[in-house]
């Protein structure tokens, strides 16, 4: 089978055409109000680097693991309960993964009202490559402003849209979303899973900037419910995850009103099962190259530590919406 794997040519060049960057540019961070100390500091250059790099090296990892596309996603999904049977190949557990991905979207378009909200101008922080913003400019009539600080996930994006039939509703720009100072007004933005990269403050600053009046801010990610287990989490993800407590100060300063908060955390935790059983299955072939099994064994390794994380309560997945008023 010719998968969109396959037929993608991925750039591996950070220096690759990207039409969008020509229409906003990064401008200089402009300050923020005072925040707490635990929120205030910013990303060094050598964080920020550090997480592009880790992103710009993964592009091939994840079309493998969630492809073939044109809508892959890298997140975590909401999963009905079945464990995948025993003797299932690395394509069928993808799939299931695929789907429970696209569940998770579901729902949180349900929580966001994106049936009446998401119209015109919607923005999406932290795109990857592309499926959420493809997912949005299928089933609702917005222009997606696309945005991810690794230029060639904009590409790849750009390459799956076309694929999808999108090209013209999803505008894929790069830039760290702290420094972006967006030109349009948008009706609604969305984060997901990518909110724990950005220091809150500015992330909701800059949203908030953008947002129309009565505009929605859209995030589903992973929150810290025990302390103890932020270290693991950061440290293989290279995020700040937060408590929603922090997300919901850092919006109020920024005019920002928390009024839907959805724990789907129950539904989520079988996405690590998954995970390991898929790199168990893609380990059983036989084909696999040395550093391919070393990759899968150290990511079956740490996933079954988010699994135990996930057991003992360590992490939520929550949907939220926030609104500004107006
Ligand atoms: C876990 S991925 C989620 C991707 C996508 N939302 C999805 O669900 O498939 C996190 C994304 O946030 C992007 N990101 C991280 N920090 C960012 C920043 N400061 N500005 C813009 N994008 C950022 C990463 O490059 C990556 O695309």
């Known amino acids: 089978m010719t998968t969109m794997c396959s037929r993608l040519s991925i750039p591996s060049s950070p220096g690759s055409p990207d039409p969008a960057r020509m229409t906003e540019q990064p401008v200089a961070e402009q300050p923020v109000a005072e925040q707490p100390v635990a929120e205030q500091r910013s990303v060094t250059v050598s964080e920020a680097e550090a997480v592009r790099r880790y992103y710009r090296g993964k592009i091939a990892a994840i079309i493998d693991r969630y492809g073939p596309g044109p809508r892959v996603h890298y997140h975590i999904g909401l999963f009905d309960g079945c464990s995948p049977a025993p003797n299932s190949t690395a394509q069928q557990i993808r799939a299931r993964i695929v789907a429970a991905q696209e569940r998770m979207l579901e729902s ?13 101008n919607l923005l999406e922080v932290g795109c990857g490559l592309g499926g959420g913003a493809i997912y949005w400019a299928q089933h609702f009539p917005v222009q997606v402003t696309a945005v991810t600080n690794v230029a060639e996930q904009a590409a790849v994006t ?70 103890a287990w932020r270290e693991l989490f950061d440290g293989y993800w290279k995020t700040r995850i937060g408590t929603v407590a922090q997300y919901q100060r850092a919006a109020e300063q920024a005019g920002l009103i928390l009024d839907k908060d959805l724990d789907v955390t129950a539904g989520t935790s079988d996405f690590w099962r998954h995970s390991v059983a898929w790199a168990r299955a ?18 079956i390794f740490w996933h079954s530590q988010f699994l135990d994380g996930w057991r003992d309560g360590a992490y939520q997945t929550r949907i939220l919406r926030f609104r500004k008023p107006g």
């Open 108 to 120: 949180a378009a349900s929580v966001w009202d994106a049936g009446t909200l998401f119209t015109g």
């Open 158 to 227: 750009h390459i799956f849209a076309i694929a999808a039939g999108v090209a013209e509703r999803v505008r894929a720009l790069v830039g760290d979303i702290g420094e972006l100072r967006l030109t349009r007004q948008y009706a609604a933005a969305v984060a997901v899973e990518s909110s724990c990269y950005v220091p809150r403050p500015q992330l909701f600053q800059r949203v908030a900037a953008a947002l129309e009046p009565g505009g929605v801010f859209g995030i589903e990610d992973i929150f810290l419910a025990q302390p």
């Open 282 to 299: 893609r380990l059983a072939e036989p084909t696999l190259s040395t550093p391919e099994e070393e990759r899968l064994m150290r990511s």
